[in-house]
């Protein structure tokens, strides 16, 4: 009799989970994994903190032309967490990163997005990017410094994952 290794493996597999379901386990082994992975807190970026400004001003709009962008998720459970102030600030093309009017915080909506426009980014240091930052008292503070692929490029989103202080 020959047996094909498709077979075997589909056997093996089956019996695999069978025996996982008459222990008990599959629940367990499939959904902790799930949860864990899907919503892990995001980790501070090299640099991300570089030119920030404490309390930066609540602002409507900094320019025009471009778009900073994300969703702000709590961790574990990934709920949208509503009026946590993300600060955003970059190089742009009315000044470095240490311009004043390249600074500003916004609130996230109930859904848990921002946005804020602001003036096309430039390179500095030969990369476009932006900057991002968490700093409040309830969740660990996270600072991001993500890349545009293109200094072209008129958006740019990034979006924070939050672990509540211990």
């Known amino acids: ?7 075997r493996r589909k056997f093996l597999i089956g ?9 008990g386990g599959l629940p367990r082994m499939i959904v902790p994994a799930q ?5 892990a807190p995001t980790q501070t970026m090299r640099g991300g903190s570089n030119n920030y400004r404490p309390n930066a001003p609540l602002v409507e709009q900094l320019g ?26 970059a190089a742009t093309t009315l000044g470095g990163e240490r311009e004043p009017r390249n600074h500003g915080s916004v609130l996230t909506r109930a859904d848990g ?22 700093d409040d008292a309830d969740f660990e ?9 293109s200094a072209s490029d008129t958006s740019l989103r990034a979006d924070f ?3 509540p202080r211990a």
Request: hydrophobic share 50%; aromatic share 8%; charged share 5%.
């Open 35 to 39: 949860a864990a992975t899907q919503f």
């Open 15 to 23: 019996a695999g989970l069978t025996g996982a379901a008459l222990a």
């Open 113 to 134: 997005t921002y946005s804020l426009e602001m003036p096309q980014v430039v390179p500095n240091f030969g990369q476009p990017h932006g900057h991002l930052a968490y």
């Open 141 to 149: 503070t996270v600072f991001l410094r993500p890349v545009m692929p």
């Open 1 to 7: 009799m020959t047996v094909s290794i498709a077979t």
């Open 161 to 163: 994952i939050l672990a």
């Open 64 to 89: 025009t032309g471009f778009i900073m962008s994300g969703l702000v998720l709590k961790a574990g459970t990934g709920e949208p967490l509503e009026g946590v102030r993300i600060q955003i600030w």
